[in-house]
């Protein structure tokens, strides 16, 4: 779709939409429905929710479960488009996500077996009632909480030792020591009773209640990184050390991949509901900015428009306008700035939700602040580790334990040991490939023409020799000797340019094929600063959602009719 005769992106989208509505009147695609189109994940939590050890032949049947998910994912890839390019774009990355997550859960993994979660209960505990007998304390000697109310009186217990009350004590005195005598007494009494504290514990399938395993089915499915549970992936950061010290004996092989003194990715972490809200709430308003300013920008360039080879926009200086390098360096850094900070926002809105609005009093343990770590590691994965560093520790992980179930379940490694370099480049040319067919799916499913093949799996397809080649020329200057004498600055110098130089080369497949799809069209925010203080679009004002998310759409038929997006 050629944007470059278009006075406006709003002249764009109406194009786009008059084309799209003449598709589907024509029976050319259909639109994505809810509930009809999210069958394989209700498949998924019934398949999970019934108990395995009571009907085995489940287990038998799980191949024939995943090829129906696979062949009915492929028919929504194949006919669903949206009317917002974007959408359309989530489509096939959503549908695609979906088979390989529940090929993890289904045919990689045994969880009703394997998996475990962290949950917490009240234990109660009886304290021993004879002072004398407690730990750090002799014979009539006061508790902590007894030299607490001893203090309150107006006599001490020193000042009349060996005395009787009756000879030495004044009545007010003799009142004021019958107050903190009685109060002692109070304190023998409730310490000697029950007392409840919170304990945290391993928590398998329920097998007898349904509500209970229900809710572990759906932790389970929504918990794509494994927070929580004992399969979490490796390099975030762990439940708070107390709650680790109440687990380790619990599952020994989580414990070691979880070891708190383990260097992991640079997440953040927070232990408090309070400084969790607080970081949340603090990045969702810089965000919120971010992606005003970033889409006003973006909204002057043809380049966003569906046109990515459209020169470049008049608003830059002119020693960028002409240089071709510097042009394509400013849009690829726009992309990968509007990307993160979309992402980001998204992912930010959970512990928002759960655990600001509904909060452990509703949720339990799943709205702690601990289960919450950033989705982005620290940058300086790449200076320590260039492009491997960029992909495996500071970007997002959310796809990582299903790229990586395959190889786990072709190849286990249950002691943890270090794999071989072949075996390791093996495991990332698999991630690689799947996450290139995973935006590749999402590239298929936009409405517009793009490239599927030679742009989105292209890009992924060439990161793993991008690796291949960093570490092969690193262990050529290991041998040669440079690196022994080399500056530690500027060998984390090197591994900065040459992550930054192979993405310059290789990311315009991945991003022009998106620019492609109209993903930029999308309006990331539903009031616009930028725009209503008159650096967007002329004419548009500070509204910017003047559309429905969602309608119901009436088919012919019952299957046909649903909400769609």
Same mark, same amino acid.
């Given at each position: 779709?050629?944007?470059?005769?278009?006075?406006?992106?709003?002249?764009?989208?109406?194009? =786009?939409?008059?084309?799209?509505?003449?598709g589907l009147s024509n029976g050319e695609f259909?639109?994505?429905? =809810?509930?009809?189109?999210?069958?394989?994940? =209700?498949?998924?939590?019934?398949?999970?929710?019934?108990?395995?050890?009571?009907?085995?032949?489940?287990?038998?049947?799980?191949?024939?479960?995943?090829?129906?998910?696979?062949?009915?994912?492929?028919?929504?890839?194949?006919?669903?488009?949206?009317?917002?390019?974007?959408?359309?774009?989530?489509?096939?990355?959503?549908?695609?996500? #979906?088979?390989?997550?529940?090929?993890?859960?289904?045919?990689?993994?045994?969880?009703?077996?394997?998996?475990?979660?962290?949950?917490?209960? &009240?234990?109660?505990?009886?304290?021993?009632?004879?002072?004398?007998?407690?730990?750090?304390?002799?014979?009539?000697?006061?508790?902590?909480?007894?030299?607490?109310?001893?203090?309150?009186?107006?006599?001490?217990?020193? &000042?009349?030792?060996?005395?009787?009350?009756?000879?030495?004590?004044?009545?007010?005195?003799?009142?004021?020591?019958?107050?903190?005598?009685?109060?002692?007494?109070?304190?023998?009494?409730?310490?000697?009773?029950?007392?409840?504290?919170?304990?945290? /514990?391993?928590?398998?399938?329920?097998?007898? #209640?349904?509500?209970?395993?229900?809710?572990?089915?759906?932790?389970?499915?929504?918990?794509?990184?494994?927070?929580?549970?004992?399969?979490?992936?490796?390099?975030?950061?762990?439940?708070?050390?107390?709650?680790?010290?109440?687990?380790? &004996?619990?599952?020994?092989?989580?414990?070691?991949?979880?070891?708190?003194?383990?260097?992991?990715?640079?997440?953040?972490?927070?232990?408090?509901?309070?400084?969790?809200?607080?970081?949340?709430?603090?990045?969702?308003?810089?965000?919120?900015?971010?992606?005003?300013?970033?889409?006003?920008?973006?909204?002057?360039?043809?380049?966003?428009?569906?046109?990515?080879?459209?020169?470049?926009?008049?608003?830059?200086?002119?020693?960028?306008?002409e240089s071709y390098a510097a042009t394509r360096?400013?849009?690829?850094?726009?992309?990968?700035?509007?990307?993160?900070?979309?992402?980001?926002?998204?992912?930010?809105?959970?512990?928002?939700?759960?655990?600001?609005?509904?909060?452990?009093?509703?949720?339990?343990?799943?709205?702690?602040?601990?289960?919450?770590?950033?989705?982005?590691?620290?940058?300086?994965?790449? /200076?320590?580790?260039?492009?491997?560093?960029?992909?495996?520790?500071?970007?997002?992980?959310?796809?990582?334990?299903?790229?990586?179930?395959?190889?786990?379940?072709?190849?286990?490694?249950?002691?943890?040991?270090?794999?071989?370099?072949?075996?390791?480049?093996?495991?990332?040319?698999?991630?690689?490939?799947?996450?290139?067919?995973?935006?590749?799916?999402?590239?298929?499913?936009? /409405?517009?023409?793009?490239?599927?093949?030679?742009?989105?799996?292209?890009? /992924?397809?060439?990161?793993?020799?991008?690796?291949?080649?960093?570490?092969?020329?690193?262990?050529?200057?290991?041998?040669?000797?440079?690196?022994?004498?080399?500056?530690?600055?500027?060998?984390?110098?090197?591994?900065?340019?040459?992550?930054?130089?192979?993405? =310059?080369?290789?990311?315009?497949?991945?991003?022009?094929?998106?620019?492609?799809?109209?993903?930029?069209?999308?309006?990331?925010?539903?009031?616009?600063?930028?725009?209503?203080?008159?650096?967007?679009?002329?004419?548009?004002?500070?509204?910017?959602?003047?559309?429905?998310?969602?309608?119901?759409?009436?088919?012919?038929?019952?299957?046909?009719?649903?909400?769609?997006?």
């Open positions: 779709m050629d944007a470059s005769t278009s006075p406006s992106h709003i002249a764009v989208l109406s194009r =786009y939409q008059e084309q799209f509505e003449k259909d639109p994505l429905l =809810y509930p009809r189109d999210g069958l394989v994940a =209700y498949i998924l939590i019934i398949f999970l929710l019934v108990p395995h050890h009571k009907i085995p032949f489940l287990g038998f049947i799980r191949w024939q479960v995943f090829a129906f998910a696979v062949c009915f994912q492929a028919n929504v890839i194949r006919r669903c488009r949206s009317s917002g390019p974007a959408i359309g774009y989530l489509i096939g990355i959503v549908s695609a996500f #979906s088979l390989m997550w529940a090929a993890l859960l289904i045919v990689f993994s045994n969880p009703q077996r394997d998996f475990k979660r962290i949950q917490k209960r &009240k234990k109660v505990s009886n304290a021993d009632p004879a002072p004398k007998a407690r730990a750090g304390h002799g014979d009539g000697a006061l508790t902590p909480s007894e030299h607490a109310f001893s203090r309150e009186g107006s006599t001490s217990r020193t &000042k009349y030792a060996g005395s009787s009350a009756s000879e030495e004590r004044s009545p007010s005195a003799r009142g004021a020591f019958d107050n903190a005598k009685g109060q002692v007494e109070l304190t023998r009494k409730l310490d000697s009773e029950p007392a409840t504290r919170d304990e945290y /514990f391993w928590q398998a399938c329920p097998s007898e #209640s349904v509500i209970q395993r229900l809710g572990w089915v759906l932790d389970l499915v929504t918990n794509v990184r494994g927070i929580g549970w004992n399969w979490q992936i490796l390099g975030l950061p762990g439940p708070p050390p107390d709650v680790y010290e109440q687990l380790r &004996k619990g599952d020994e092989a989580w414990a070691r991949r979880n070891d708190p003194s383990a260097a992991g990715m640079g997440n953040d972490v927070y232990w408090t509901r309070g400084d969790l809200l607080r970081y949340s709430v603090r990045h969702f308003l810089v965000n919120y900015l971010l992606l005003d300013l970033s889409k006003a920008a973006m909204m002057k360039d043809l380049h966003f428009w569906m046109s990515p080879d459209s020169e470049a926009p008049a608003y830059l200086p002119h020693i960028i306008r360096a400013y849009r690829l850094l726009l992309s990968l700035l509007m990307i993160s900070v979309a992402l980001q926002q998204i992912f930010i809105m959970g512990p928002i939700f759960f655990v600001g609005i509904l909060g452990p009093s509703v949720l339990g343990v799943q709205a702690e602040a601990w289960r919450y770590p950033s989705f982005w590691g620290s940058y300086t994965n790449v /200076f320590d580790r260039a492009l491997l560093g960029w992909w495996g520790g500071w970007w997002h992980q959310t796809f990582r334990a299903s790229f990586g179930a395959p190889i786990a379940w072709l190849f286990p490694n249950p002691d943890g040991k270090k794999s071989s370099p072949g075996a390791r480049l093996l495991q990332l040319t698999m991630a690689f490939m799947m996450s290139g067919v995973l935006h590749a799916c999402g590239s298929y499913a936009a /409405f517009p023409p793009t490239r599927p093949l030679r742009g989105s799996l292209l890009f /992924f397809a060439l990161q793993p020799l991008g690796i291949a080649l960093h570490l092969a020329g690193t262990s050529l200057l290991r041998q040669l000797g440079p690196t022994s004498w080399c500056p530690l600055w500027i060998r984390r110098m090197s591994n900065f340019i040459y992550t930054h130089a192979w993405l =310059y080369c290789t990311a315009p497949l991945l991003l022009d094929d998106m620019s492609r799809a109209g993903v930029w069209l999308f309006e990331p925010v539903p009031v616009s600063l930028m725009q209503g203080l008159g650096f967007g679009v002329e004419g548009e004002g500070w509204w910017r959602w003047k559309f429905p998310w969602a309608h119901w759409h009436q088919g012919q038929h019952w299957w046909d009719s649903g909400l769609t997006f």
